[in-house]
Each structure stands twice: as structure tokens, then as C-alpha cells.
């Protein structure tokens, strides 16, 4: 199936590590040049980069805190002046912190919501003018099934992301007339590299049976959503959020 993304250029948050990479990798595969941002980790990011141009595919890192809008700014105007404009953000970046809601600070709820919403917030708001110039284009977000559904440990994560699928409905409903869709993917839990795997491993059978499918999400679970939504198979598809969670939460 030709996905339609030859040539288009992607625009990936928290794209160096885990489920990032794993979606950045797949968007190369389909031919899509990939802006890779990172924070923390320019090693990975690096690696990422030089192993997709080592295949062939076009891929650069970009450093940015997406809880600064003016960080995000200057990074989408690099990316659309290198690339020559901009198809597809993805926003993947995030933090999560597990506690539970009366252990809060202050600063828990500033960081977590800084970069689970406001991030997303700068990053559609620096993206849009350079899709509406291309005549379109694609915002997907990446969300915890908890943004639909609650979980308890997870309260200020929920509430960050849960603003981000108000965000993807209004965006989607604004946005529409200028041929850019707007689409969240909800996901359970996915073992990657930065999970508490002490927690993990304590809790593993119990957390196992609340899926259906009696495993955990794997990093390559996701990616396919992702660049079908990318993609020109999914024109028609806007403001919706897509689950991939193994049967842990069912719409109504």
C-alpha cells in the first residue's frame, strides 16, 4: 500500500528513544524525511539520525524543550528552512510521573503539564502556519489511555493529556477547511526503556490480566497507527482518538 509519503517531511517530538524512534523509523521506511526532536537525549538522537542516513533515508536532530514556546518556535523554523516546510507533526513528547495525587507539588503539575500540553500547544501553534502554506497536512498526538478513561497514581499525566484530546477535537474542527487533519492515538502500557521496571516487574501478572490480549504494548505495536494516520489512507480521518491498548479500555 503507498502510503502517499514520499517526499513529505515529519516532524517528530521525543523522537530519539523508544516508541519515538520506533515511529520515526517507520515514517523513513515510507519515504518521509524526519525532523527528530529531542531534549535529554542527544546521543540517541544522534544514532537515530546517522543510522537512517546510513539507509539512505533524510533525518536531522533538533534540540528543544517543547515546554518553551520560543525553543519550539526556533526549532520549527529551522526544520521548515532546512526541509523546505513542514506535512506532519507528531507529538510524541512527554512526562509522566506516577504518585499519587495528594504527593503532588506545584512543580509536579507545571512540568508534567508543560510538556504533555503546553508542549503540544506550541508545537501545533508554530506547525500550522507552514501546513496551511503547504496546503495542508497532519497533527497526530500521542496520549496514556488514562486521558480517556482516569487512572489512579496518574491523576496530573491524565489531566495534561485529556487536554491534549479537547485540543485534537477543537483543532480538527478549525482546521478542516484548510485539508489538515487532527487525530490523537490513546495507548496502554508500553514497556520501553524508561519504565519503572522495579514497579514493573512487582506488578507484571496483575497489570497483564486487566488486557485482554495478556501482554503489554511493544514499541513497534504503535508505529503502524501512526503512519497510517501520516498518510493519504486517512484523508477522511480527523478529530478522532485511535486506541492501541491491547483491549484495556473499549469506547462505549
Known sequence: MNLGLQGKTALLTGGARDVGAAIVRALAAEGARVAVNYHHSAEAAAALVADLA???????????????????????EAVTRDFG???????????????????????????????????????????????????????????????RVGEA?????????????????????EL??????????????????????GWLD???????????LRRLGREDDVAPMVVFLAGAGADWITGQVLSINGGFSMAG
Open 176 to 197: 478542516g477547511r484548510s485539508a489538515i487533519t487532527a487525530n490523537a492515538v490513546a495507548l496502554g502500557l508500553v514497556e520501553t526503556s524508561h519504565i519503572d521496571r
Open 153 to 173: 497514581g496518574l491523576a496530573i499525566g491524565a489531566a495534561a493529556r485529556g487536554g491534549v484530546l479537547a485540543l485534537t477535537k477543537s483543532l480538527a474542527k
Open 54 to 76: 546510513a539507509g539512505g533515508a533524510e533525518a536531522r536532530a533538533y534540540r528543544a524543550d517543547v515546554a518553551d514556546h520560543g525553543a519550539v518556535g526556533r526549532m520549527i
Open 85 to 147: 516546510g513542514l506535512d506532519i507533526l507528531v507529538n510524541n513528547a512527554g512526562l509522566v510521573q506516577r504518585q499519587w495525587f495528594v504527593d503532588t507539588t506545584p512543580d509536579d503539575w507545571q512540568r508534567q503539564i508543560g510538556i504533555g500540553l503546553y508542549g503540544a500547544i506550541h508545537c501545533c501553534h508554530a506547525a500550522i502556519p507552514h501546513m496551511i502554506a503547504r496546503g495542508g497536512g497532519r497533527i497526530i498526538s500521542l496520549v496514556g489511555d488514562s486521558s
Open 202 to 212: 512487582a506488578n507484571r501478572e496483575k497489570i497483564t490480566r486487566l488486557y485482554p
